[in-house]
């Protein structure tokens, strides 16, 4: 059974981590592997750890040629040190009060604290404000550990209870799961709720810093709310962990209802509602902050607003995901630059009601740029791509209609020959998440796939407009006039303002045939 990551101190990871590599010093590839690896999660730099990076900087491939889908080194070595790590913790390892693990698609580190077992205590919570028509039931999902709060009037936690006491929660434990099972059916399951910081008595001191007690999160910080389970990893290769961090409202999931404009259907399937925050402890810097909702309940009249506070200022308010979203069952992605912890350390975040409850699907936090967004580049492919230069582009997202192509071409005109060799095509529109604020470029780039090498067509056969927020970017826009088959070509616009919602909302219409893409990149123009 392992504790949450906040009861793990710094030193003892690094500590720990140091024992580790001592474990592994009759295979230096491993050992070496495993030490860069904690390098970069200690310097706060876990973004650097991508399989491009550990290809070239540990395993001293080469940055230019270096191709992941042909050469497989880092997901081989990263599978060998995750067996040799759960051989040396079932081993000699066994009894460290600390431990690493490297979860499996992932080359990010994860300490956590080895407690002794305990047998599993059935607790039922029927979540609060759930949404309309949702009932409480049983979940299929493993349950989140639940941790009563601390009592303020006595310093070591609640007093113990009485025997009459015991019997008395034992009764309504069994009332509970009775109702529970009562509703097995139900479309929306609750979970328990999610685990929390301890409750104190008193608000916390100012300090400069979290106490040497509490260890900061990693960053990347990915996190599913109200989910209990194992961690998920998404279309890109990114680790979400379950919820942690977390107190108030209830948690409830969904696994049979498919929401639009997103690739990762695992960040929708759980959700936690009612007023609730977050304290997520972290390390001085400046941060991004991406919040993901969703809601099940068609449009009407009756807007079910809320409103999210950052450290104790207003970040969202009158905020109605309905109408954010433009629609139920549609994910939503709100995003903030230049998030930084508070005084004492950590990260404040509060959901409250107003007109309705607050719900969230997922929190994101990464290392930011101060005061500018981090850039987005999305390839029209259901795979991640790295290329010569370093850089991740995310897999097809923030997409309605239109459909992928599922065989790559090879193209010439690109800067990575495989970059660019598959297109979302048809009628279709992105709304791509950005801080409201700023200024943003946008480059589009396209190839034409079809006309001039699957079939007969030249100019004039595809004809298309793209327009942002409105404005006409691209009319009567013929890529085989200006580029010909197979080759591939990019449009850049400069200082685009987004929604009042923060999103960049790209359509692609056609006039004559389909519209098509390869790939975005939308770059803050704030430096």
Known sequence: MQAHLEQVSIEAERSELESAVEALSRSPRLANLLRYIGEAYFSGQSDRLTEYNIATEVFGRSKTVFDPGEDAIARVEAHRLRKRLKEFYEGPGRDHPIQLSLPSGSYVPVFSQKIAETPPVPAVQIAENGGRGAKPTQSSTPPIQIHPPVNAGAPGGNPPRSRAGKFALASVAALCIGIAGFYARSVFRPAAS???????????????????????????????????????????????????????????????????????????????????????????????????????????????????????????????????????????????????????????????????????????????????????????????????DGRLWHPDDYFLNGRISERPLQTSGASDPNLFTTERYGHFNYAIPVDPRDRYTLVLHFAEFYFGSRAAGGAGSRVFRVMCNGETLLDNFDIYKEAGSLHAIAKTFYHLKPSAQGKLNITFEPINNNATVSGIEVLDESH
């Open 194 to 388: 999610a685990p929390a910081l301890p409750v104190h008595g008193e608000p916390p001191r100012a300090v400069s810093s979290l106490p040497a007690s509490i260890a900061p999160a990693a960053v990347p910080l990915r996190i599913l709310a109200g989910f209990g389970g194992e961690p998920q990893m998404d279309s890109a290769g990114a680790i979400w962990q379950p919820d942690r961090y977390g107190r108030g409202g209830g948690s409830w999931s969904s696994s049979n209802t498919a929401i639009a404009r997103t690739s990762n259907q695992l960040l929708f399937q759980q959700w936690r509602t009612g007023d609730f925050t977050y304290d997520i402890p972290l390390r001085p810097g400046v941060y991004e902050l991406h919040l993901y909702f969703f809601t099940t309940e068609p449009s009407n009249e009756d807007l079910s607003t809320f409103t999210v506070k950052i450290n104790g200022e207003n970040a969202l308010t009158g905020f109605d995901i309905n109408s954010d979203a433009m629609g139920e069952n549609i994910a939503d992605e709100r995003v903030f630059r230049d998030i930084s912890p508070a005084s004492d350390g950590f990260l404040h975040l509060s959901f409250a009601s107003e007109r309705g409850a607050p719900r969230l699907n997922a929190i994101e936090v990464l290392q930011g740029t101060p005061h500018a967004l981090l850039p987005i580049r999305l390839i029209m492919r259901r795979t991640p791509f790295t290329d010569s």
